[in-house]
T-cell receptor, first 115, second 111 residues
Framework: NAGVMQNPRHLVRRRGQEARLRCSPM?????VYWYRQLPEEGLKFMVY??????IDESGMPKERFSAEFPKEGPSILRIQQVVRGDSAAYFC???WGQGDIYEQYFGPGTRLTVT | DAKTTQPTSMDCAEGRAANLPCNHS???????VYWYRQIHSQGPQYIIH???NNETNEMASLIITEDRKSSTLILPHATLRDTAVYYC????????????FGKGMKLTVNP
């Protein structure tokens, strides 16, 4: 019974490059959430997606960041033209349903380092 | 902003019960109380959640006061592997699905 899977676990990018982070939710889960944890800070919500739809992107920076959750395949968080301030741990979570009674299960995270 | 307040840190002896407090005096309506923990930069781990009644699972017990303004997470027999940052989260009903993490509380279990 695999949990939430994220890859890569570590990603190094030079300033100006693109970063693609992938998240495969738990089996049977159709709701995906992305959170970011800057060094020495707490986790901050970025975006909530259901299959093929963005439901809440209130925590997503307006520029350079995008997310998708296609009908087939993993959810992708894409960061264009990365800057040093994007260096952080990015966590994906999934849940079975929509609503506050459904717990979110987190993946191990992708640690992005921008050099 | 997080709607909860927790101590910054707490120590506990291995094998003893760890009682982790959380204040959520502005909790309203049917908002759930959730607990997560994060062990040394790993992904947050779901522990337990509750609404009004006390809850117990294989990991912990959650005691919610009758007025729902505070709660306590109980780890009955703490082990070294329970050393982590514990987050108490009040999750609004309906609307946004996001979890709002505060600073959490660092629990250190000592041998």
């Amino acid at each position: 019974n695999a949990g939430v899977m994220q890859n890569p676990r570590h990603l190094v990018r030079r300033r100006g490059q693109e970063a693609r982070l992938r998240c495969s939710p738990m089996k049977g889960h159709s709701h995906v959430y992305w959170y970011r944890q800057l060094p020495e800070e707490g986790l901050k919500f970025m975006v909530y997606l259901q299959k093929e739809n963005i439901i809440d992107e209130s925590g997503m920076p307006k520029e350079r960041f995008s997310a998708e959750f296609p009908k087939e395949g993993p959810s992708i968080l894409r960061i264009q033209q990365v800057v040093r301030g994007d260096s952080a741990a990015y966590f994906c979570a999934s849940s079975w349903g929509q609503g506050d009674i459904y717990e979110q299960y987190f993946g191990p995270g992708t640690r992005l380092t921008v050099t | 902003d997080a709607k909860t307040t927790q101590p910054t840190s707490m120590d506990c002896a291995e094998g003893r019960a760890a009682n982790l407090p959380c204040n959520h005096s502005t909790i309203s309506g049917n908002e759930y109380v959730y607990w997560y923990r994060q062990i040394h930069s790993q992904g947050p781990q779901y522990i337990i959640h509750g609404l009004k009644n006390n809850e117990t699972n294989e990991m912990a017990s959650l005691i919610i006061t009758e007025d729902r303004k505070s709660s306590t997470l109980i780890l009955p027999h703490a082990t070294l592997r329970d050393t982590a940052v514990y987050y108490c989260i009040v999750r609004p009903q309906g609307g946004s699905e996001k979890l709002v993490f505060g600073k959490g509380m660092k629990l250190t279990v000592n041998p």
